[in-house]
Structure formats: structure tokens, C-alpha cells
């Protein structure tokens, strides 16, 4: 188990992941507190299927008004659901992508190899708004750029994100960057 943690930029606070990926599946837990919108915390599962195909993205996330859930689940045959419910929305998504958590750019560029090898591959991704928790469409495009850089691209929303030879993201510019013990 490796533990990441980051500083959040774009939520103005902090983010740590306890991450395993072993044959193919990642498995990780992690907290975040941010202080943009408003301040929240959240706590996350996260477990994918061979491939790094998303299975399960459980989250819980509280501010000073409210607390929320979400079960976010992929059958594994393109469809998926959120807490029972199904989102149509999403269907055909690998993916899925926690807003504000730099962790779930792994999956897209780890199983093709975006951080070490050329290539440009678009995904729809089912993406889950922080700290509302609301489950989304969003089309992204990585792009490999050179050695442990990749292209994230969406809409108008443009960042040349730098990772490290496991696939894990170092630096997000305007979202997020990797702590290093001191």
C-alpha cells in the first residue's frame, strides 16, 4: 500500500490516497479536505476491475449543512448506477472521475500507457462533482506529450499534467501537487 498525498490548488486544501495496484486492479481509500466551494471533507473507496476498469467509487462527503453519499457502480458491461439508481448518461464510460482528485487520472493513462508511450485516446468518464456529489458525463482527452507528461483535455479546460513511472499524478497545474516527505 503507498500513500500520496497532495495539495489541492483548485479547492484550496489537501488530499491523501492509500493506493494498491497489484495484476491489474487498483484498490485505494483517501480523504480530502478543501475550503472552495465551501468548506467539506470527503472520504473515498475506490476499486477497479482487471484492466483498471472502475467498479466501485464510494464516497461521503459533509460540509457544515449537510452530509451525502454516493455508491457509483460500473457492471462491468458498460452501464452504471448511482446509489441503486441507473445513469444513462454514462453508459460506455470506463471510468469514473472524482472532481478535485488528481488520483483518478491513473486508470485512463495507466492501462494505455499514455505516461510512457505516444498515443491520444478520448473517454467518456462518468465524473462526480466535489462536494455535491453529482454524477455527470464529460468527455477528456489524454495525449502523451513526452516521458511522464500527458494532455488533459475537456471542453475549454486545458492542463499538461506530469506523472511518475508508476502512473501516478506529480503535478496538475491549477488543481493539484504531489508532497514529498521531508
Same mark, same amino acid.
Given at each position: 500500500? #503507498?500513500?500520496? +498525498?497532495? =495539495?489541492? $490548488?483548485? $479547492?484550496?486544501?489537501?488530499? +491523501?490516497?492509500?493506493?494498491?495496484?497489484? %495484476?491489474?486492479?487498483?484498490?485505494?481509500r483517501g480523504r480530502a479536505v478543501g475550503t472552495v466551494p465551501e468548506p467539506y471533507w470527503i472520504s473515498y473507496e475506490l476499486e477497479t476491475a482487471e484492466g483498471l476498469v472502475t467498479r466501485r467509487l464510494s464516497v461521503a462527503a459533509e460540509t457544515g449543512a449537510w452530509t451525502r453519499t454516493? %455508491?457509483?457502480?460500473? *457492471?462491468?458491461?458498460?452501464?452504471? +448506477?448511482?446509489?441503486?439508481? &441507473? !445513469?444513462?448518461?454514462? *453508459?460506455?464510460?470506463?471510468?469514473?472521475?472524482?472532481?478535485?482528485?488528481?488520483?483518478?487520472? +491513473?486508470? &485512463?493513462?495507466?492501462?494505455?500507457?499514455?505516461?510512457?508511450? &505516444?498515443? =491520444?485516446?478520448? /473517454? !467518456?468518464?462518468?465524473? @462526480?462533482?466535489?462536494?455535491?456529489?453529482?454524477?455527470?458525463?464529460?468527455?477528456?482527452?489524454?495525449?502523451?506529450?513526452?516521458?511522464?507528461? @500527458?494532455?488533459? $483535455?475537456?471542453?475549454?479546460?486545458?492542463? %499538461?499534467?506530469? /506523472? *511518475?513511472?508508476?502512473?501516478?499524478? @506529480? *503535478?496538475?497545474?491549477?488543481?493539484?501537487?504531489? !508532497?514529498?516527505? #521531508?
Open positions: 500500500m #503507498r500513500a500520496i +498525498t497532495w =495539495e489541492v $490548488s483548485g $479547492s484550496k486544501g489537501f488530499e +491523501t490516497a492509500w493506493v494498491q495496484i497489484a %495484476d491489474g486492479v487498483l484498490r485505494a454516493l %455508491d457509483l457502480r460500473h *457492471d462491468g458491461h458498460g452501464r452504471w +448506477t448511482a446509489n441503486g439508481e &441507473p !445513469l444513462p448518461a454514462v *453508459d460506455g464510460a470506463l471510468d469514473c472521475d472524482l472532481g478535485l482528485c488528481p488520483l483518478t487520472n +491513473t486508470m &485512463p493513462v495507466l492501462r494505455h500507457g499514455l505516461h510512457r508511450a &505516444p498515443g =491520444e485516446r478520448e /473517454f !467518456l468518464m462518468a465524473w @462526480v462533482s466535489v462536494p455535491d456529489l453529482a454524477v455527470r458525463p464529460s468527455r477528456q482527452t489524454y495525449t502523451h506529450l513526452g516521458p511522464g507528461r @500527458v494532455r488533459y $483535455s475537456s471542453g475549454d479546460f486545458r492542463s %499538461d499534467l506530469e /506523472f *511518475d513511472e508508476e502512473g501516478f499524478v @506529480v *503535478d496538475y497545474p491549477r488543481l493539484a501537487g504531489r !508532497l514529498t516527505a #521531508r
